[in-house]
């Protein structure tokens, strides 16, 4: 009996090893690591934040956020002969409304209605009692963007057949996030778009091997560092009062709509391997255009021409083109009054996209 006990302990004993010694380790991750993390997600930026002045001749829009608080967008109409389509504009961590007129002038011209939108605690927007926000995208500026989504929707002059976006940095999380269930937005530019996971996997492999003497940490598989993250951020979530949102997860959701990313191919902050792993999320028509020597956001200023150049077409292609099938499924989603009936009709068949 005794060495029937003896053997089966031996048996287990190599799988007890193993598992009290991945436990230890596990739990040295957690004490070491996940507290610099917590330190360093909650560090803002050096951004150089853009500010604007108003726009000649743009609507100055107050509309409210889902619970009722007031936010700031501007509404900008194209003088062109024959509305080529409808874009909402996202905004950068910090920036106000008018900052949107560098990137969006050219739309503009072209033939596009634009609206940009500052979400709660952001420019004019009223802020949300007990949140700062950081550059991570949280529920709140989902929400608030559901909320201009929805208002582009009940508009007068709202364009049944859908809209596009464009959203720079956190902006363009947040639209992507906020539009995973709402085929009413047909396509998506996005340019230094982040999300959590992604940006903090590589610095982690950094810390790792910085702060590590014991363990051969730089050769933990991608799940485990995904677990960690999420650890921290379960602990930021606490102490800032909001729930940060998984663009990872979105970008992976939008289906067949169609993705055109920019990122800086010098960018220190968001790693262009961060961006890739984005992109490789997307399963519908997508381009991704990494910009040589541009850093974070600084896209437009170094190839000024060609960002213009491509952002148009794309809309062009997938906004003011769309295929039947398409335009179908955003009418279905927005609500129109009788007047707009006919038009409705009319684009849902193919037959129109102007107003």
Not at 270 to 282: E, F, Q, V
Request: glycine share 8%; proline share 6%.
């Amino acid at each position: 009996m005794i060495l029937w006990l003896l053997g089966i302990s031996l048996f287990f004993l190599p799988s007890l090893i193993v598992g009290l010694t991945l436990t230890c380790f596990h739990f040295h991750v957690l004490h070491k690591y996940v507290p610099i993390l917590f330190e360093n997600c909650q560090t803002k930026p050096l951004f150089v934040i853009p500010r604007g002045t108003p726009w000649p001749g743009a609507e100055d829009v107050t509309f409210t956020s889902n619970d009722g608080s007031p936010l700031r967008g501007c509404y900008v109409r194209t003088q062109a002969l024959g509305r080529r389509g409808v874009i909402l504009f996202g905004l950068e961590y910090g920036s106000d409304r008018w900052s949107c007129r560098t990137y969006i002038e050219g739309l503009v011209l072209a033939g596009y209605d634009v609206f940009a939108f500052e979400p709660r605690g952001q420019g004019q927007s009223a802020p949300i009692s007990g949140y700062e926000p950081l550059q991570w995208v949280a529920e709140y500026e989902v929400d608030d963007t559901r909320a201009a989504i929805a208002y582009l929707k009940a508009r007068p002059d709202a364009d049944p057949a859908g809209i596009g976006f464009f959203g720079i940095s956190k902006g363009a999380g947040a639209g992507m996030v906020a539009s995973v269930d709402d085929p009413y937005v047909r396509c998506f530019v996005t340019d230094g778009m982040f999300g959590f996971e992604t940006t903090a996997k590589p610095f982690m492999r950094k810390w790792f091997s910085i702060y590590n003497t014991y363990y051969p940490l730089e050769t933990v598989p991608d799940w485990y560092l995904i677990h960690v993250c999420r650890a921290a951020i379960e602990r930021i979530e606490q102490a800032r009062n909001c729930r940060f949102v998984s663009v990872e997860k979105a970008v992976s959701q939008i289906g067949s709509r169609a993705l055109l990313m920019i990122h800086g191919e010098s960018d220190l902050y968001i790693k262009p391997s961060a961006s890739k792993a984005l992109y490789d999320r997307a399963t519908g028509p997508r381009e991704l255009w990494m910009v040589p020597g541009a850093k974070h956001n600084q896209a437009l200023h170094v190839a000024e021409s060609e960002y213009r150049r491509r952002v148009l077409a794309f809309f062009d292609r997938y906004l003011a083109e769309l295929p039947d099938q398409a335009i179908t499924a955003a009418a279905e989603s927005c609500p129109t009054s009788a007047s707009d009936a006919g038009r409705t009709e009319a684009v849902t068949s193919g037959l129109a996209r102007t107003q």
